[in-house]
């Protein structure tokens, strides 16, 4: 079976993506309205929802670029992972309730809609479609760079030859016929697929890693301690400090993932946030396993003088699949790996588009764009070639390509701190004003913005974005008690009071 | 009014760490690890009880003064003052919890650190294991507390209903 791996894997990749095209065709016949193409009808049930929402979190930032930050920073990066348990509870206490709750009484199709209704500023709604615009690119190129990362590896051993930047374009092809067609109903039914393939793919990795290396998880510890005691103890190899930033950022930023928040409005009761939750989180933290593992096992493998030294940390868990996984668990990985990125992806598309079509020209002219859904479509396949061309430049043409997990942090933290305070506070806040909403997402932004454009050199490795996350959040809460308390629209006082 | 102050003042701490570290304490040379020697795309972290020796009581403020804030949020976000049994006692208790794992992993990565290494404990070194185990594992305490409590405490059937009729109320209108 060994000489037909790499037909075996090219075939199961090409499977799943006929999947994600026949699904889309499948929804297309499902999707009538506006609300349709954005909520999915509101008519979502417990396990697609609470697997909508666990696929959307871990992308191609988690399946590439966690095994590759696990490899060149050790423990580091588990921060992210480990941060999960409270970082559900957060969006879900915060959020679970309330969004659902704003879905009844204003039929929000984006979350600046919610915004706009929620403070009663256009201005607010404008911020927070820029800020959404500005993350779905930087998130996106993540994605489609992850990607074709990935597409490249698996053509090059079958057929050799293939460029990256076409790998680039079929990616960015097949994303956008699925979610074109379909919108978020699409997104929403490949995401329970997603999700499941996800899991099991994750979780034979995991068997697989530990058989890989002898001794299992401990011989790997002890080889890793040998090697650098640092790289293996609790804080990896940026320190203290550095890991503890992300572990804020990523645990409270789940609550400004807008792909991730829209889908607490998708659900049909509001009672089924609390199945939704646990569904999520158990989800999510079984197919963590593949990040750990394949991150630890390429490490020790290297350091043991069992595997030739990657060509770059991005490499791992490709080079694991295709050196040591069997190759119809490697074929199910890859489509797992895809599956993973395009789940997440296929949200951003959906949450960039709504930003353009909708709140952006609501917010400036007061009303939306006539035939709205032809303008989403259109605006959906505008904004993934834009973000293939900025992946492209961010991750290949550039003298210094960032990581992709490097550049999914950023995404990240773009969203984390303009809307946790916006959103996640002060959907709770009766006190919260328009004013400091606005203050911390442009704060945040030029913060977070500036640190990277400038390449400031933060010491002890902390993340800018939790640095922009901090002091959005003070700010906010700052002007927020020292105003007076803002007047609010009855039907959004009742929602905040229930 | 007062969990909102509460939260306002933790961010303000956890500023005031944050910054203290960041201006006041020079960092080591290779305070955020260093290339590896042999194996360029790797990173080290080099001497781990010199590069943290003036960072490690900050840091231990810095991470409770966070995971302090983020249980402030669930209990912002979950009754909206409503007290219905004994949710309050969980939550502190599932604080005390979380807050004793990470205070452990800081504690056994002290020793681990001037030691260069140290046994394992569940295939990990043990301050690596309160943090996977310990800390990734403590905050199962809330997610079963909302499963359970979610209604009435985060919200009952009768309030459901009310919100319902008084939103289609207003809708008719």
């Known amino acids: ?182 919108g978020i109903i699409a997104s929403v039914y490949t995401d329970l697929v997603q999700g499941a393939v996800m899991m099991v793919a994750a979780v034979l990795v995991f068997f697989a890693a530990m058989m890989a290396f002898e001794g299992g998880f ?124 395009m789940s997440t992806a296929d949200g951003f598309l959906n949450v960039g588009a709504a930003a353009v079509v909708h709140d952006i020209p609501k917010a400036t002219r007061g009303r939306s764009l006539n035939n709205e859904l032809l303008w989403a479509r259109i605006t959906t396949v505008i904004i993934a070639v834009i973000a293939s061309l900025f992946a492209l430049f961010t991750g290949v043409w550039r003298p210094s390509p960032d990581l992709v997990a490097l550049m999914g942090a950023f995404g990240w933290a773009t969203f984390a701190a303009a809307l946790v305070p916006t959103v996640a506070i002060g959907f709770n806040w009766k006190r919260a004003t328009a004013t400091a909403a606005n203050v911390a ?58 | 009014m007062r969990i909102p102050l509460l939260l306002f003042g933790l961010l303000l701490g956890m500023g005031l760490v944050l910054g203290y570290l960041l201006f006041m304490v020079p960092e080591t040379d290779v305070g955020h690890g260093f290339t590896h020697p042999d194996y360029p795309t790797m990173q080290r972290g080099g001497d781990g009880a010199v590069r943290h020796e003036a960072v490690l009581a900050g840091g231990r403020l810095l991470g409770t003064l966070m995971i302090l804030f983020m249980v402030g949020l669930l209990a912002f976000g979950s009754s909206q003052g409503r007290k219905i049994g004994g949710e309050e006692i969980v939550m502190i208790l599932g604080t005390v919890v979380f807050v004793t794992c990470f205070l452990f992993t800081v504690a056994t990565y002290r020793s681990y650190a001037a030691q260069g290494g140290g046994a394992l404990a569940l295939s990990f070194p043990i301050p690596t294991a309160w943090m996977l185990y310990g800390i990734w594992g403590a905050p199962i305490v809330f997610m079963l507390l909302y499963m359970v409590r979610f209604e009435p405490w985060i919200i009952s059937d009768a309030d459901i209903e009310k919100f319902l009729a008084e939103t289609a109320a207003d809708q008719e209108r």
């Open chain 1, 218 to 341: 401990a011989g790997m510890s002890e080889t890793i301690m040998a090697d650098d005691p640092e790289a293996i103890g609790p804080w990896g190899t940026l320190g203290m400090i550095g890991a503890l930033s992300w572990y804020f950022l990523f645990a409270l930023g789940g609550a400004g993932q807008p792909h991730i928040i829209t889908k607490l409005m998708m659900n049909k009761k509001i009672k089924d946030a609390r199945n939704i939750l646990p569904i999520s989180a158990v989800a999510y933290a079984v197919s963590a396993l593949l990040w750990i593992s394949i991150g630890l096992v390429m490490r020790a493998l290297v350091l043991a003088g069992e595997h030739p030294e990657l060509s770059s940390p991005d490499a791992a868990a490709p080079q694991f699949l295709q050196s040591y996984a069997h190759p119809i668990l490697a074929g199910v990985v890859f489509a797992g790996l895809f599956a993973a990125i």
């Open chain 1, 1 to 182: 079976m060994e000489e037909y791996r790499n037909p075996i894997v090219l075939g199961f990749v090409l499977v799943y993506m006929a999947l994600c095209v026949w699904v889309g065709i499948w929804a297309l016949r499902r999707t009538k309205s506006t609300e349709d193409f954005f909520m999915a009808g509101r008519d979502l049930g417990i396990f697609v929802t609470g697997l909508a929402v666990f696929s959307s979190t871990l992308s191609g930032f988690g399946f590439v670029g966690g095994p590759g930050l696990v490899y060149r920073m050790g423990m580091s990066s588990i921060w992210m992972v480990i941060c999960a348990s409270i970082g559900y509870c957060i969006s879900f206490y915060l959020l679970g309730k309330r969004l659902r709750l704003f879905a009844e009484v204003r039929s929000p199709v984006s979350l600046p809609d919610a915004v706009a209704a929620r403070y009663k500023s256009e201005t607010s709604r404008f911020l927070t479609a820029i800020a959404i615009l500005l993350g779905v690119m930087g998130y996106l190129a993540t994605q489609i760079m992850a990607m074709a990362t990935v597409l490249q590896d698996i053509l090059n051993r079958t057929i050799g030859g293939v460029s990256i930047e076409v790998c680039v374009a079929a990616s960015c092809a097949v994303l956008v016929f699925y979610c074109v067609t379909g």
């Open chain 1, 441 to 498: 997402i442009i704060a945040s932004l030029a913060v977070n913005f500036g640190i990277k454009l400038f390449d400031v050199q933060v010491p002890y490795g902390v993340d800018g974005g939790f640095i922009a996350l901090l002091l959005s959040l003070i700010l906010f809460f700052g002007i927020s008690l020292a105003s007076e308390p803002p007047e609010l629209d009855p039907d959004i006082r009742r929602v905040m009071e229930a």
